[in-house]
């Protein structure tokens, strides 16, 4: 049981989202419904455009507060509202002012027989037998105070509140769950204002292509004007076009157009960069990280230059053997890589060049064995041969043929054999003491 105020300027769908999100609702629990909303149909209309049929405790009672004799009869509401109902008051701004709550002896509670001329007679019969519904069959100690006065009337039946207050100050104790909608919450007396659980500052966002029918939705306290600030955290909830089978939102039953301000999207200048520069940059963008960081993850993303020319060899005291021209691949006829100009040892000689995002640019010197004959060509011969040149280092570069079999190729190995002397004798240097010498005894 609570009170709550929906606000927001014209066809910011703050009507239409309590119709749908708390009113229908309502219906489909089996309560009783009571507002003043212009144009909504009847109980068996909606039941007839939903396609399901309510539970049986189920009402629906429409009073319009246009004119301003079911003006004042609302603003009496707590003398003829069953106990249980759910009320829906829309624009309740031309129903309450503050003269309602000065204390004007007009307000005070009188008999529901006093409303037969207003109101419908079933409204009036359930009025009477809900209170007799809650009338006790006998009375407990709680219901007599110490004075000895019982807390129901004459007939034993529920007190109603006095006074307009005194209905917002305990709607409790009678279940009663009440809903206002108004463009300016400001208009809404204190005290009602102070009797409210939440309040919710609705804003359209029409403007916006992907924000149809989709207010934005700001949680305050009902004290408060409901302004968000950057801070404030706030929601959006899709109210439906199906809820217009429901009700209808203008005299005219015609939806007028909401959202009149001007969205971002509005200025050509916006759309072109969003939908056409922006998406062109991103695309570059891809295709050049594409290109230059994936198409070779194996090569090194170092940027230093690198220039190894003449390199005929390994150092001299370490010893580089050729290696075999067999593929990685499976062992077979179609599985040999074929070699350059047809030679039968290949090895790189050296490089000269730069990396660029990851990628060798310059040239890779070869030789290779053609039986007694040695030939010299570089890495654009190659390439110019269908052969792909993939330079990782010193002594060590992959080359690949037409049909993608590879071969891992080294520097030309090279021995260094220790010099000799006559008699077999190694020679030594001149600053180096043998064994012979150092045994031989002193002179």
């Not at 006790?136 to 307009?164: A, L, N, Q």
């Not at 999207?265 to 991103?282: E, G, N, T």
């Amino acid at each position: 049981m609570a009170i709550v105020i929906e606000h927001g300027h014209n066809g910011s769908y703050k009507s239409s989202s309590v119709i749908w999100y708390r009113l229908l609702p309502a219906l489909r629990a089996g309560r009783l419904v009571v507002t003043n909303v212009a144009g909504m149909y009847p109980l068996h209309r909606i039941e007839e455009f939903l396609g399901e049929k309510f539970p049986d405790g189920a009402r629906l009672f429409r009073i319009s507060s246009q004119d301003p004799r079911y003006q004042e009869l609302w603003r009496r509401w707590h003398h003829w509202m069953p106990i249980g109902a759910f009320v829906f008051i829309d624009e309740c701004q031309d129903i309450y002012d503050r003269d309602v709550f000065k204390g004007q002896p007009d307000y005070d509670l009188k008999p529901i027989d006093t409303y037969s001329d207003v109101l419908p007679a079933d409204f009036i019969q359930l009025f009477k037998d809900t209170l007799e519904k809650f009338k006790p069959t006998e009375f407990d100690d709680c219901d007599t105070d110490d004075t000895g006065r019982i807390v129901f009337d004459e007939r034993g039946r529920i007190i109603y509140p006095t006074t307009p207050k005194e209905s917002f100050m305990r709607h409790r104790h009678y279940n009663w769950d009440v809903v206002f909608a108004t463009p300016d919450i400001t208009s809404i007396p204190r005290p009602v204002r102070s009797c409210c659980e939440v309040a919710f500052a609705y804003s359209s966002k029409d403007s916006f292509f992907f924000s149809k029918r989709k207010p934005r939705i700001y949680e305050h306290n009902p004290l408060e004007n409901g302004i968000p600030t950057r801070q404030s955290i706030t929601f959006k909830r899709h109210v439906p076009l199906a809820v217009h089978r429901l009700y209808k939102s203008t005299q005219t039953g015609s939806i007028t157009k909401s959202g009149q301000s001007t969205g971002p999207l509005s200025s050509f200048k916006i759309r072109f960069v969003l939908f056409i520069v922006l998406p062109a940059i991103l695309l570059g963008w891809g295709w050049f990280i594409f290109k230059n960081m994936f198409s070779e993850s194996d090569i090194s993303k170092t940027g230093t230059a690198v220039v190894s020319e003449g390199r005929s060899g390994s150092p001299a005291d370490t010893v580089a053997l050729p290696v075999s021209l067999s593929t990685n691949s499976a062992v077979g006829a179609e599985s040999v890589f074929m070699t350059p100009y047809g030679v039968t040892e290949l090895y790189t000689n050296g490089a000269s060049g730069a990396i660029y995002y990851g990628r060798f640019e310059g040239l890779v010197l070869f030789s290779g064995k053609l039986g007694d004959d040695e030939l010299v060509f570089n890495s654009d011969d190659l390439i110019n041969m269908g052969y792909r040149v993939d330079w990782l280092g010193d002594c060590y570069t992959v080359v690949t043929d037409k049909n993608g079999r590879s071969v891992v190729v080294n520097c030309p190995p090279r021995v260094n054999k220790p010099q000799a002397v006559a008699g077999n004798r190694q020679l030594v240097p001149d600053n180096v003491n043998t064994f012979a010498t150092l045994a031989a005894p002193a002179a």
